[in-house]
């Protein structure tokens, strides 16, 4: 007789001392493991219930302004470094970390409309109703010593916005007309026109460096190119845009902010019709930022109200609010895809997080991994209603609401009237006009 | 510049700038491959051009890159992936667009390298599954547990006992990890020990009638149906509850994955008690009798009952109608059980048979059947495929379901039998273990069954030698897990599965179609200012709308209706084509058939 029967060494299952680990023998044989998809089901339940949880998107407060914050400048080598500028025409600059201001200095009369760094980051440059482009050293000055600008440049024309050109040691100022600078000379070196009366906001593609776009008072989005004499192309959209974003990965597309409550993602090949059309917004959408990922970007609005978005769909995947931020003027992504900073009327910054139920501080291994778990049993599990249902839940305040439910109705009520028109009308007279067309009035080249 | 040799001398040795002797002059012309003019400068590699890039496909067979660099990786034998394996890979060739075509093949590379990485831990598993083979001219079936026992290893023999009990014929329960054993008397006697150290934890009688024991989650609660209602104590004997909505219970059974106590009493009830929240989730009438046999199905959590017409109903807390009935057996039901595996259901009847049937498909047909002498009354299928089957006194294991032979014989001997002092009235494999629980009228014996149990156990699903604390843990976390009881589904992977409508349903959906009735409609038409038509024409407006919506649904209906009489036609046409229909000519009938003898219709009549 020949007999062999399961006998189990202890010595190889129960630790020794309690200095030890436990000793977990695994066996991934599949029968083993009953219910495998309902567990998992059940899990990634729990994932999303606990994402929701921990949704607590509010880091801090960073108070100090005197009047609301109008624009942001984000240091392009320094993460802890933000640059602010505000109303009464003071510029702030954060050290993040430590949540202080760590220099003030009030660079205009009236509005600090645009702040730029240099691409390296040694200088800063801002603008303001005085019509007067300063320039700043990112040192601060000696103690003792007054702020002083390294450089003011008069400007013949209001200046409204301004960008730097991310290699060259160019900027672009925008008002009456959109004017290339060069830091050598105090004359523009190139100045463009396309009878526009005034331009708001200016942006340097950051891949494609001599490329402008500029947003015009006459409702149009204009394309430069700094090496040419002539502006390259001008669409002209329903509404007034109030800001403009390149996407920094995919830099032909770019995001407009628009007056209608819309955003407008397009590709600088195609301006016919808008890539994408970004909904959710009830009130006018003021700034827009892209993520340094390209993948996502956030936007403010007069509605009080921040959202977040993917950048290749339509509605929002969250909205940040408080009780007591006001109308959202400015918004920034930092630079290291983690954190975004809001500027409102009522003289704070705001700092979130870009990721509503990220744990901030150190993530050991063990708890990383089980991150990345969760993360890959809710997108398995993302098309379940149930799941779906608490993923998408937010809760937004009864104004929001209340505006919402207006323009459905609105919306509704334009169908309705539309598909009446066209029951009683010759068939093909009332065509099928999509939603993505209705926006885009025309193109000029 | 080269010397020239002195007059006299030797030619001098070859230097590495002079010609190199034996070289073709092919060879010396281009000694260093220079890069073109507008690379030269440049030291470090060229990235290769978009366009030049070949695009790598999703192909497994092709190597990438040297394979003398990496180390060699054995391959993986096809059973063991299969083993593994979730099933076959998504056929990419339906999905349209190349985006999640690409996608989807990415997909399936990275479950494929999981399954992989899942077979290599085979490797890495300890144990090896217990066997016992026979001598030459002998069988195995001829071997007693003395023999066995004195033939292993200490610890081993240990396993082998028996306890004489005064109490009457008991019921036994393993806990899921095989550690602990519960054992209840009919006559009142309930214990629970540790039977690896025979420590014993607790040990009393309730003074009432015992019809059944059942460990709950972990080895420190237990469920004891007694004469009147269900009661749970603790590892102690402490009384910790007595559930009264749960009467006269014959039987009990607990799923761990969902936390239910499946209780089956004496009236017909089948009751589903959520033991972490102490509700009952379900609990209706099965309307099937004294219910005397029950299992539950490991793989999908659905109960199987045993009724005394022979028939099994499959039944889910939510669903007040069984998921599924097979009728096993002419007579009625004597045992039932569910292989660990959720696979085969084994049946015995008063008809003396065996049966063995394939429950993931519900065919009518089993896939065994044997004939034994004797009814058989206990059934138990062990983790590794091995049934056991008493009959009163004698019982007798075979080494897999689908080979039980009938007794007696002589080419299809059992894998081992055995003869208790008293009828069997409780068997079960313990799990992780190579042993085989047995209680009697007037007793408990434990049975060396080597090659019954799984080896190697899985510590984060059922540790056999876990500690308070993480048993503990293990409590919190199955806890986090638990499955809900609307998800017991005869078909476990229902839910990871895509929600496609089935045929039946397909065809409800168009028979219902000729029944529909147009929707009620509510309007509420706007308020218009004064002097704009009053509160008839606003009836009258309303009235207009109602008959123009349902005018179009009348009309929408109408056009479905078509179509699918268009398709029901079509198909009939196209069979009719194929083969043409013969059409059966009437016998003309006269007055006077009458008076023809009837004669088909005659013997039809006397049947």
Redo the contacts between chains.
């Keep these: 007789?020949?007999?062999?029967?399961?006998?189990?060494n202890?010595d190889?299952?129960?630790r020794e001392t309690k200095l030890q680990q436990?000793?977990?023998?695994?066996?991934?044989?599949?029968?083993?493991?009953?219910?495998?998809?309902?567990?998992?089901?059940?899990?990634a339940l729990?994932a999303t219930k606990l994402d929701r949880v921990f949704a607590k998107p509010f880091v801090c407060n960073l108070s100090g302004h005197r009047d609301g914050v109008s624009c942001f400048g984000k240091h392009p080598k320094l993460l802890s470094t933000l640059a602010t500028g505000a109303y009464d025409g003071e510029v702030r600059i954060w050290d993040l970390a430590n949540r202080t201001s760590i220099r003030n200095f009030v660079a205009h009369d009236g509005f600090v409309r645009g702040i730029a760094y240099a691409g390296n980051g040694d200088r800063l440059l801002t603008v303001g109703d005085d019509k007067t482009i300063k320039m700043w050293s990112s040192q601060a000055p000696e103690p003792g010593e007054e702020e002083e600008p390294i450089n003011t440049i008069l400007s013949r024309h209001i200046l409204h916005g301004i960008s730097h050109n991310r290699r060259e040691n160019s900027f672009a100022t925008c008002g009456e007309v959109c004017a290339i600078w060069d830091d050598q000379h105090n004359d523009p070196i190139k100045t463009l026109k396309w009878g526009v009366d005034t331009l708001h906001t200016i942006s340097y593609n950051p891949v494609e460096t001599t490329v402008l776009a500029c947003c015009a008072s006459d409702r149009s989005i204009i394309l430069y190119d700094q090496r040419e004499a002539q502006p390259l192309r001008k669409v002209v959209l329903t509404m007034k845009s109030n800001k403009l974003a390149w996407n920094p990965m995919e830099a032909f597309n770019f995001t407009v902010a628009n007056e209608d409550c819309n955003l407008y993602t397009f590709d600088t090949r195609q301006l016919q019709t808008p890539l994408k059309i970004h909904f959710d917004h009830v009130s006018a959408v003021t700034d827009v930022d892209y993520a340094p990922t390209g993948q996502e970007f956030v936007s403010s609005s007069y509605d009080k109200t921040v959202r977040i978005y993917h950048a290749h769909q339509s509605h929002s995947r969250d909205i940040y609010h408080t009780k007591r931020m006001q109308h959202v003027v400015c918004v920034a992504w930092s630079l290291d895809n983690r954190y975004i900073f809001s500027g409102s009327d009522e003289m704070n910054v705001r700092m979130w997080k870009a990721n509503a139920s990220e744990k901030l501080g150190i993530i050991r291994p063990r708890e990383r991994a089980n991150f990345n778990y969760q993360e890959a049993l809710k997108e398995k599990y993302a098309a379940?209603p149930q799941i779906k249902r608490i993923a998408r839940h937010r809760q937004v305040p009864r104004h929001v609401l209340n505006a919402q439910r207006k323009m459905r109705a609105v919306k509704d009520k334009e169908l309705l009237k539309e598909a009446n028109v066209r029951r009683h009308s010759k068939k093909g007279k009332v065509p099928y006009v999509s939603e993505k067309q209705k926006h885009v009035l025309r193109q000029d080249v | 510049m080269t010397k020239t040799a002195p007059k006299g001398r030797k030619k001098p040795p070859a230097r590495y700038f002079d010609v190199a002797a034996g070289k073709s002059e092919d060879d010396i012309a281009n000694p260093i491959k220079l890069k073109r003019r507008n690379q030269q400068n440049f030291k470090g590699d060229f990235l290769k051009m978009q366009s030049h890039y070949k695009k790598q496909k999703f192909d497994k067979k092709k190597p990438t890159g040297s394979q003398d660099d990496k180390p060699k990786v054995p391959k993986i034998s096809k059973e063991l992936m299969d083993k593994y394996s979730r099933g076959d890979a998504v056929d990419s060739r339906g999905i349209k667009t190349r985006h999640f075509k690409e996608q989807q093949q990415r997909k399936e590379i990275y479950l494929e390298y999981a399954t992989e990485q899942a077979a290599r831990t085979e490797l890495l598993l300890q144990e090896t599954a217990g066997q016992l083979e026979a001598d030459a001219e002998e069988t195995t079936a001829g071997y007693r547990q003395e023999e066995i026992a004195a033939n292993v290893d200490l610890q081993s023999a240990a396993k082998h006992f028996a306890l004489k009990l005064d109490f009457g014929p008991y019921t036994m329960r393993y806990t899921k990890n095989g550690r602990h054993l519960l054992l209840g008397g009919r006559r009142g006697h309930v214990a629970a020990f540790d039977w690896v150290t025979k420590k014993l934890h607790c040990e009393f009688n309730v003074m009432e009638t015992v019809a059944d024991v059942q460990w709950l989650h972990v080895p420190t609660m237990y469920a004891v149906a007694q004469k009147e209602w269900v009661y749970f104590y603790d590892k102690k004997g402490t009384e910790l509850h007595c559930v009264k909505r749960l009467t006269r219970v014959n039987r009990l059974d607990f799923l761990p994955y969902h936390f239910l106590l499946a209780a089956a009493n004496s009236a017909g009830y089948a009751s589903w008690l959520d033991v972490s929240i102490g509700e009952l989730v379900g609990n209706f009438s099965t309307g099937l009798g004294d219910i005397r046999h029950m299992r539950h199905n490991p793989s999908n959590g659905v109960l199987c009952i045993g009724g005394g017409k022979g028939v099994v109903s499959m039944w889910s807390p939510k669903v007040r109608e069984p998921l599924a009935t097979i009728l096993c057996h002419s007579t009625a039901m004597t045992a039932l059980t569910v292989d660990p595996k959720g696979m085969h259901l084994v049946t015995a009847g008063l008809d003396r048979m065996v049966k063995v049937w394939d429950i993931r498909n519900l065919n009518d047909t089993p896939l065994a059947t044997f004939r034994l002498r004797l009814p058989a009354n206990e059934l138990d299928v062990s983790q590794r495929g091995m049934l056991a089957l008493s009959q009163g006194t004698y019982l007798e294991t075979y080494t897999d379901v689908l080979e039980g032979g009938g007794t007696g014989l002589r080419d299809k001997l059992p894998y081992l039998r055995q003869r208790c002092d008293a009828s069997v009235h409780g068997l079960r494999f313990c799990p992780y273990e190579d042993v085989l629980g047995v209680s009697t009228a007037n007793g408990f014996h434990s049975l060396l069954v080597p090659g019954a149990g799984e080896p190697n156990y899985d510590a984060l699903e059922d540790n056999p030698y876990e500690t308070s604390k993480q048993r503990r843990e293990h409590e919190v976390h199955a806890l986090l897990e638990k499955i809900p009881p609307e998800l017991i589904t005869l078909d476990p992977h229902e839910i990871t599965g895509v929600d496609a409508p089935t045929l039946q349903e397909k065809i409800d959906a168009k028979r219902q179609l000729f029944h529909l009735k147009p929707p009620r409609i509510n309007i509420n038409p706007r308020h218009k200012m004064k002097g704009r038509g009053g509160t008839a024409k606003a009836a009258r407006n309303k009235q207009i709308v109602k008959d123009m919506q349902r005018k179009d649904f009348i009309a929408e209906v109408r056009k479905a209706k078509k179509g699918v009489i268009a398709d029901h036609k079509l198909k009939n046409d196209g069979d009719a084509g194929q083969q043409p229909k013969v059409k059966k000519e009437r016998p003309v009938r006269s007055v006077l058939d009458r008076f023809k003898p009837k004669q088909q219709n005659q013997q039809k009549s006397r049947k």
Excluded: C, F, Q, T
């Design positions: 007789m020949k007999v062999k029967m399961i006998s189990r202890p190889n299952y129960v436990h000793k977990l023998p695994r066996n991934y044989d599949p029968a083993l493991h009953p219910l495998e998809g309902p567990r998992e089901y059940v899990r729990n379940h």
